[in-house]
């Protein structure tokens, strides 16, 4: 049985039954038959599908946004905000996805020509958290049903109301039977399902271990696996930057979602002639950000998705500072039942230590001085991960040192790091590997089939 408990409050709001092993294997079937349908419709009814599924969550947002607020804490206006964005989605792979997949074709020297072809695999299970419920699972529907395959989804325990809304927005949509299903079930039933010759590919969204098991598992079946794993992005600031700017969107990146993104910006590698400057306006601006009612339009961050999760964050600010670190302010609870952790800053901690190679999933900034541009890249590559990055610069001579020297899947230039429909999104080291969105999205899980023709 599986609780949704709103972190807003510490109570439980419902319930959800887990999948008994016959009604896993019912689903599978589902699947296996509803892919042996779909994969021969032509891409106007796949794209048609796209545009429905996106209207149905634009006609109930709010309803969906709400659950999405219940179950996990973000507030209600990044909730909607969220599935407008879903919907965006969709609509993107209904208008540009048939591009991306017509065939590409040369003539060969010795003779006649060759095609490749993107033609579709079979049902693939993704493997989703909660922290954006719907967007993580939806960025990779849309591509899925695009590319003739089908999909079954392994949400994560706490935001079972919003798979069960997902289904609904699929079935109200007029989708096939089997088409999308979620599957309630805990992660000791994942390797059975990866097992079973009717799935196909797996992708996953999460943390780290759960990278490697569900990696193991994918491999020991010789099954095609996308994984997109934590991350401890940095956010490099050098003296040319807009420093108002930097500060704004420092903050922005530290603290939205109460810092549960795996691209927030979570280590601020600061250059030492404005370090004071940026401290000063970046403290100022972290103690403004207003932690509270995740339903009330004038809060800044909700809670934290859990009581659990509030104290895991809370415990790596105690090893920090018996490491050394200093916490300037922040990572206090709030009074009450819910899992709120107000915003904070942690200076001095040691690049060299634990910590500075942990995510630390909540609304707590490291920051580091950083003395020239070699040392600033080495501060942002002295870790395991390398999903995004942020770079704060008006020198090009810089901008495109960093573009090439960070190790990361991602770099933004004078901006905030943000997932968008058209730009592949992943990384690289123990971030993971493959990509989500974007035409590299879409074709991860295709058989890119040569066909050689006659002349």
Known sequence: MFKSVNPATGKQIATHPELTKSEIETKLGKAASAYKAWRQTGIDERTKL??????????????????ATEEMGKTLKTSIAEVEKCAALFRHYAKAGPAMLEPERWELASGGTAEARWLPQGPVLAIMPWNYPYWQAVRFLAP???????????????VQGVAGLMEDMMRDAGAPEGLFQNLAIKSDAVADIIADDRVTAVTLTGSEGAGQAVAKQAGEQLKKVVLELGGSDPFIVMPSADLDKAVKHAVKGRTQNTGQSCICAKRMIVHTDIYDDFMDRFGEAMKAVKAGDPMDDATDM????SLDQRDTVID???QAKKNGARLLFGGERLAGDGA???????TDVDPEGPVASEEIFGPIAMVFRAKDIDDAIHLANNI????????????????????RDIEAGMTAVNQMLASAPEAPFGGIKRSGHGRELA???LREFMNLKTVMLPE
């Open 384 to 403: 395991p991960f390398g999903l995004g990055s942020s770079v704060w610069t008006r020198d090009k001579a810089e901008q495109e040192r960093f573009i």
């Open 316 to 318: 790596q600010l105690e």
């Open 302 to 305: 909700g809670p934290l998705s």
């Open 439 to 441: 035409r590299f999205g």
């Open 340 to 346: 709120y952790l107000t915003a904070g800053i942690l």
């Open 50 to 67: 796209l545009i429905k599924i996106a209207d149905q969550y634009e006609a109930n947002k709010e309803r969906l946004a709400r659950m």
């Open 144 to 158: 899925t049903i695009l590319a003739g395959n089908v999909a079954l989804l392994k949400h994560a325990s706490i």
